[in-house]
């Protein structure tokens, strides 16, 4: 099939990945993309394409930070690459 259109050398199950790929790049979230993939749980798709999933730490931080104003917060533990400590 992959040839009757042109792409030689491809697999049309390396289009799948492409396509899922795509989508996480551009900060689809992972429920979306695990149904178009036809994934029966959310969690086959993290367990196949987790390992591109990048900065959501950072991210996370940076909206708790405009959620309670400019604190040093969820910042400083993003920054510091540390978890913060349980209350006592």
């Known amino acids: 099939m992959m040839v009757a259109i042109g792409m030689r050398g491809f697999k049309l199950h ?3 990945h492409t396509h899922a790929s795509m989508l996480i790049a551009s900060g689809m979230d992972i429920l979306t ?3 178009r993939l036809g994934h029966s749980s959310p969690t086959i798709t993290l367990q196949v394409y987790g390992h591109l999933i990048h900065g959501a730490d950072d991210r996370a931080a ?3 930070d405009a959620a309670f104003g400019q604190g040093n917060g ?5 920054d510091s690459g540390k978890k913060p400590e349980k209350p006592r």
């Open 74 to 78: 969820s910042k400083a533990v993003a």
């Open 33 to 35: 993309i695990s149904r």
């Open 62 to 64: 940076q909206i708790m």
């Open 14 to 16: 390396s289009l799948r």
